[in-house]
């Protein structure tokens, strides 16, 4: 029986013989090394996960977006928004009255599939409910532009800084919260709205 490589090995020096072994005896404690540092860092991360307080929770309703924070229940932020002209307008100005206010910008096709809803909606409701818009990247002359295709007649302000989004937890577009009379976030629906679903919120939240 034939070994290849065997005549070859009876001709090395021990020392090179001996330098070989160790060698791979090193490489086996390397791969060792790094597979106990994988499997430390894989459980260190699932007990982070497992214990950090943060926690984002996600609209289970049909065309919900994830990533956005629940705000149902908490009291609508006090920040600065902008008008058209950049006047700054406090949101605590925005309380008293029942508020729907929708989170869109202009190339967001969600935002202008429904934006219809919530122009139908305001010509409905509008005397009792107070509806405004807060848009997230447009300048002032193109979200003039998008609302002007809908005949949109509802006040229109910008959050430049992101601080009203920031407080709520809005992350993605279109969001749309009903917020009652004394300020409280009292429903917020994520996502595309329809007219079924913006009735129906209505006439929960906002009985007649």
């Known amino acids: 029986m034939s070994c290849n490589g065997c005549d070859t090995l009876k001709t090395l020096p021990n020392e090179v013989v001996v330098g070989s072994l160790a060698l791979v005896r090193a490489r086996s404690s390397l791969l060792i090394t790094v597979a106990a540092v994988l499997l430390?860092?894989?459980?260190?991360?699932?007990?982070?996960?497992?214990?950090?307080?943060?926690?984002?929770?996600?609209?289970?309703?049909?065309?919900?977006?994830?990533?956005?924070?629940?705000?149902?229940?908490?009291?609508?932020a006090t920040v600065d928004l902008q008008t058209a002209t950049g006047a700054r307008v406090s949101t605590d100005t925005l309380i008293g009255r029942p508020l729907i206010v929708?989170?869109?910008?202009?190339?967001?096709?969600?935002?202008?599939?429904?934006?219809?809803?919530?122009?139908?909606?305001?010509?409905?409701?509008?005397?009792?409910?107070?509806?405004?818009?807060?848009?997230?990247?447009?300048?002032?002359?193109?979200?003039?532009?998008?609302?002007?295709?809908?005949?949109?007649t509802f006040e229109t302000f910008f959050d430049r800084d992101g601080r009203l989004t920031s407080a709520?937890?809005?992350?993605?577009?279109?969001?749309?919260?009903?917020?009652d009379e004394g300020g409280v976030v009292r429903r917020q629906l994520t996502g595309e709205i329809t007219a079924a679903s913006l009735a129906t919120a209505i006439r929960e939240v906002f009985p007649s």
Request: aromatic share 12%; with cysteine; glycine share 8%.
């Open 102 to 152: 929708n989170f869109w910008f202009s190339t967001c096709e969600p935002c202008r599939r429904e934006f219809p809803v919530l122009v139908d909606a305001h010509e409905l409701h509008g005397e009792r409910i107070r509806f405004i818009g807060v848009n997230l990247s447009d300048s002032a002359e193109v979200a003039a532009a998008f609302t002007a295709q809908f005949d949109a």
């Open 40 to 76: 430390i860092s894989v459980a260190g991360g699932w007990w982070w996960s497992r214990s950090t307080d943060e926690t984002y929770e996600l609209d289970a309703t049909a065309g919900s977006i994830a990533l956005n924070k629940i705000a149902e229940g908490s009291v609508f």
């Open 168 to 179: 709520l937890g809005v992350a993605t577009a279109p969001v749309t919260m009903l917020v």
